[in-house]
């Protein structure tokens, strides 16, 4: 970190402090650590949770860096706050991959783009794949969606971009009706019959095929209602990803995998990671991450969605748009070629 001094004072003052200050440095006395900012996502879902445990890492372990967490409103408010931002060198934002593509498109509400914001990954903070679910038997494929009442998440969000674009490319946006809620009263609404199907998700780990399962979801297997799965189709995502260009990734879930699961189901993931910008200087991005690496068992021992972080999945799917910095330190640990 550079630190700026200004002296006051007489001349012959003003060299004595500067020699002073020249011979402090000379001594080896350590630099006090940077401080950055880490923009998370609300509390309570499990990253603002892992993320205080990285600085208690950092603090323990690491003479040059700390980190302080801070909830926020979610992925949209952490990237409209980086693109407004004076100064990124002090910056760490939990990001997705379609907030940014709805910001290089000019889309609500980033009618101005992203100015020159440039992001660039640190790790993977999580990947929460998407599916709609029911306890309809009369429901098993998207054609049979039509009639029926739909709840997404909120209006805002980008799960509700990902689903409304991908419902459209199924050809039946139209032919449902959809509601707004939020995942909680999802899960409600699917348990006391007045939500047809919902929206609703599971954290993964797509490296090591680890899931963590939502409270929610473990509700619906209890209930006994025959709650299942409507999958998407591969057709239907393909033309979302490929046509449309919603950046998410397509993946199939192993059988066994999840509570409401029936076989091998392709779902989408939305690559959740924890993201700086360009100017980031790289020794703090090596920092971060190396440090996480070493630790990772701590991580994982405190819980929450820390749980599914391992060494192959902190870069998994996201190597083309590493910070160098962290690039470097996954190519040290032995993770990247």
Request: proline share 7%.
């Amino acid at each position: 970190m550079r630190l700026k001094f200004k002296i006051l004072g007489r001349p012959a003052v003003r060299l004595a402090l500067v020699a002073a200050m020249a011979a402090t440095a000379a001594d080896g006395v350590a630099a006090e650590p940077t401080v950055v900012d880490h923009l998370t996502a609300p509390a309570g879902i499990g990253e603002y949770e892992w993320s205080l445990g990285i600085a208690r890492i950092l603090e323990q372990n690491s003479e040059t860096l700390r980190s302080k967490p801070q909830p926020t409103q979610g992925y949209i408010y952490n990237l409209r706050y980086a693109i407004g931002a004076e100064d990124r060198t002090n910056l760490i934002f939990n990001c997705d991959p379609v907030s940014p593509w709805l910001a290089a498109n000019n889309q609500p509400p980033f009618q101005d783009g992203l100015g020159d914001l440039e992001i660039r990954a640190l790790m993977n903070a999580t990947w929460p794949i998407w599916m709609l679910t029911t306890a309809d038997e009369d429901i098993m494929t998207p054609a049979d969606l039509k009639g029926r009442t739909v709840a997404l998440g909120p209006k805002a969000g980008t799960a509700t971009v990902m689903a409304e674009e991908t419902l459209k490319a199924l050809g039946v946006f139209d032919e449902v009706t959809l509601q707004y809620l939020s995942f909680a009263d999802i899960f409600s609404g699917l348990l006391d019959g007045t939500i047809d199907v919902g929206l609703t998700l599971s954290w993964y780990n797509a490296a090591d095929n680890k899931v963590g399962v939502v409270p929610g979801v473990l509700n619906l297997e209890q209930s006994g209602r025959g709650f299942h799965i409507v999958p998407w189709t591969e057709a239907g995502m393909r033309k979302t990803h490929d046509e449309i260009g919603v950046p998410y990734h397509i993946l199939t879930v192993p059988d066994g995998t999840l509570p409401i699961q029936d076989g091998d189901v392709m779902l989408y993931a939305n690559p959740d990671f924890v993201a700086v910008d360009a100017t980031f200087p790289e020794d703090m991005a090596y920092e971060y991450v190396s440090q996480t690496l070493a630790h990772l068992e701590e991580i994982n021992a405190a819980g929450g969605l820390g749980v599914l972080f391992t060494p192959a999945f902190l870069p998994y799917g996201i190597e083309e748009k590493l910070h160098p910095g962290a690039l470097r330190a996954y190519r040290d640990a032995g993770l990247i070629e």
